[in-house]
């Protein structure tokens, strides 16, 4: 009787403990070869097609980094560019197996049981834009404004609390159509162009002179930018993690440029380089709960880069944007920012 006992207990405690199996969204992805990725469709810096109509930009990158983790190569991921309202319908619809185009997190959206928000890309936060002629200085003095925003999106939400909160009156342009919205500004139908503020940083960049449009310097609101995947637990892990050994690279110095050289020099780094690229490591252990290449880490660093890498290709100093990643909320904790790079053992 105590030999069935103890064979029985121990069939439970196997039950308990059995690898871990890749989740059906992750399986269509590797049976397929290709993971579609949503972004939007034209906006400079975060995804624009080139001459070639290949997506460039820093939203772009996190689709690549998903491939990359995933399939072992960053150019598997099918990037497609849609509207904002279209990309979170698609992903409930399953018409996607993720989005990488400036979703804010809300906690009514994160409790769609359609979609699942992984991890935030860029702390943003909206603000205004205006042409210079209006002459005003301040969204305080915005007082019977024209406001042009997206349908559908935070924005229109952010901006009643934000006036309302002071009293102060306008009139709202609501435009689902990114063009539509922004030929309505740059016309002059609308006094205000609201949006998150590198939005507004890109969007200003397709006018005919960008120097008649300045940014007012509030920022009303908290926008964590997300990326969204179908729900499913193996998937969002893959992605989770892709995105903190960018963040881990960036915490050991680590670029495209130089992780080949260390890892052919991995007896001299320190552990927490061994456990992110080495044969025997914590990645590779979790490639093989989650049946990814064993070397996605690797290929992750070596096929997009380390996070800092995309930021500056794509926002920093030496693009129009002329972002200072150091001087901002997304640079690591270590450099007061607000990214944290959890720990891979």
């Not at 969204?228 to 050994?245: C, G, H, I, K, M």
């Not at 904790?333 to 944290?340: F, L, N, P, S, T």
């Amino acid at each position: 009787m105590k030999h069935i006992l103890t064979s029985a207990l121990l069939l439970s405690m196997t039950a308990f403990i059995a690898p871990a199996h890749a989740g059906p969204i992750l399986d269509d992805i590797k049976a397929n070869d290709k993971l579609i990725c949503l972004v939007n469709p034209n906006s400079p810096g975060f995804s624009v097609p080139d001459s070639q109509g290949i997506y460039q930009g820093f939203n772009t990158d996190f689709c690549r980094m998903a491939a990359a983790a995933i399939l072992g190569d960053a150019n598997k991921a099918d990037i497609r560019g849609i509207g904002f309202s279209d990309s979170m319908k698609t992903i409930v619809a399953g018409g996607a197996h993720m989005a990488s185009r400036s979703i804010t997190e809300t906690g009514t959206r994160d409790a769609d049981a359609g979609m699942a928000f992984v991890v935030t890309t860029f702390f943003d936060g909206q603000g205004f834009m205006v042409p210079n002629a209006l002459n005003v200085s301040s969204a305080k003095d915005l007082n019977g404004a024209t406001v042009c925003a997206e349908d559908g999106s935070t924005t229109l939400l952010n901006i009643a609390d934000w006036f309302g909160d002071r009293g102060i009156e306008y009139r709202i342009e609501n435009i689902a159509d990114k063009t539509a919205r922004l030929e309505a500004f740059f016309s002059g139908k609308c006094d205000v162009y609201a949006s998150d503020v590198t939005a507004l940083l890109s969007d200003r960049l397709l006018s005919k002179d960008p120097s008649a449009y300045s940014i007012l310097p509030e920022v009303i609101s908290a926008e964590p930018l997300t990326l969204v995947t179908q729900p499913d637990q193996a998937l969002e892990s893959a992605v989770f993690w892709a995105f903190q050994v960018m963040l881990n690279a960036d915490k050991f110095g680590i670029t495209s440029k130089t992780v080949d050289k260390i890892v052919a020099d991995l007896e001299n780094q320190p552990k927490g380089v061994k456990r992110l690229f080495a044969e025997d490591s914590a990645t590779a252990e979790m490639a093989d709960k989650l049946g990814i290449p064993k070397d996605w880490a690797y290929k992750v660093i070596s096929q997009v880069g380390a996070y800092s890498e995309v930021f500056e290709r794509h926002l920093g100093k030496g693009t129009p944007f002329a972002l200072d990643l150091k001087n901002s909320s997304n640079a690591l904790v270590a450099d007061g920012g607000v990214m944290y790079a959890y720990p891979i053992r």
